[in-house]
């Protein structure tokens, strides 16, 4: 009867002493595999350091737990981020690839202007950028990339724009850099854009300074 109960005290001891040790192996794992280094590439260097600490910050605690969506409220709050992609070297490291969203126009929103991003985003920047085009009135960022896509698909390219004026009507005139101007309608807007670029780059039309399309299938010129 003694000998029973040493050896259920034995049995006893040695399992609390198993469980002991596999928590103990267990936290040293999650320790281990805690991410200890972010290094961000893609923006500026002072950019890239804040959104390293902003991430070490988050204290992930197991590198193989962790996905996309630990970073998209973070990351997607950046407005400089297009687009990014995470690798993970394994034990303890995170590499963070940022594509920068590309300026494509500037616009003046409340009194500011802002630099409208690929990312469909409005971004306040310090460094002027005259090269960009300034786009005028008030038109919904949509509105601004179903103009831009037509424009893309046209024979005029984008970089010819000096500016685009948006009308309450949703109508847009384009004026290019060698000061012609494009007038456009708000319900054949690519069949009229189409139509002016033949004139457009017609050396019979060279002094024209005014290219009306609004009208559906007529064009008026003006020199």
């Known amino acids: 009867m003694h000998q029973r109960k040493s050896k259920k005290i034995l049995i006893y001891f040695f399992l609390l002493f198993l469980v002991g040790s596999?928590?103990?192996?267990?936290?040293?794992?999650?320790?281990?595999?805690?991410?200890?280094?972010?290094?961000?590439?893609?923006?500026?260097?002072?950019?890239?350091?804040?959104?390293?600490?902003?991430?070490?910050?988050?204290?992930?605690d197991n590198i193989y737990l962790i996905n996309k969506k630990y970073f998209n409220t973070?990351?997607?709050?950046?407005?400089?981020?297009?687009k990014y992609f995470i690798f993970k070297r394994y034990p303890s490291s995170l590499n963070i690839y940022i594509d920068k969203t590309r300026f494509l126009a500037k616009?003046?929103?409340?009194?500011k202007i802002y630099y409208l991003g690929s990312n469909g985003k409005l971004i306040e920047n310090e460094n002027s950028n005259n090269e960009l085009p300034f786009v005028f009135g008030n038109p919904e960022i949509v509105e601004f990339f179903n103009i831009k896509k037509i424009i893309d698909e046209s024979q005029i390219s984008f970089e010819?724009?000096?500016?685009?004026?948006?009308?309450?009507?949703?109508?847009?005139?384009?004026k290019l850099r060698n000061n012609i101007?494009?007038?456009?309608?708000?319900?054949?807007?690519?069949?009229?854009?189409?139509?002016?670029?033949?004139?457009?780059?017609?050396?019979?039309?060279?002094?024209?300074?005014?290219?009306?399309?609004?009208?559906?299938?007529?064009?008026?010129?003006?020199?």
């Not at 923006?43 to 890239?48: F, I, Y």
């Not at 010819?160 to 384009?174: A, G, M, P, Q, T």
């Not at 457009?200 to 003006?222: G, T, W």
Request: glycine share 2%.
């Open 107 to 111: 616009i003046s929103k409340n009194g």
């Open 22 to 60: 596999i928590n103990n192996i267990d936290i040293y794992n999650l320790k281990f595999l805690s991410v200890k280094e972010v290094t961000v590439t893609g923006l500026e260097n002072e950019e890239n350091l804040t959104i390293s600490k902003k991430i070490k910050n988050l204290k992930l």
């Open 160 to 174: 010819e724009i000096e500016s685009l004026y948006f009308f309450l009507s949703k109508r847009w005139d384009l």
């Open 181 to 223: 101007i494009i007038k456009l309608s708000n319900d054949n807007t690519k069949e009229g854009l189409k139509i002016a670029s033949e004139f457009l780059y017609n050396n019979e039309f060279k002094d024209i300074k005014i290219i009306d399309a609004r009208i559906k299938n007529q064009i008026i010129l003006n020199d």
């Open 74 to 82: 973070l990351l997607d709050s950046n407005k400089l981020v297009e």
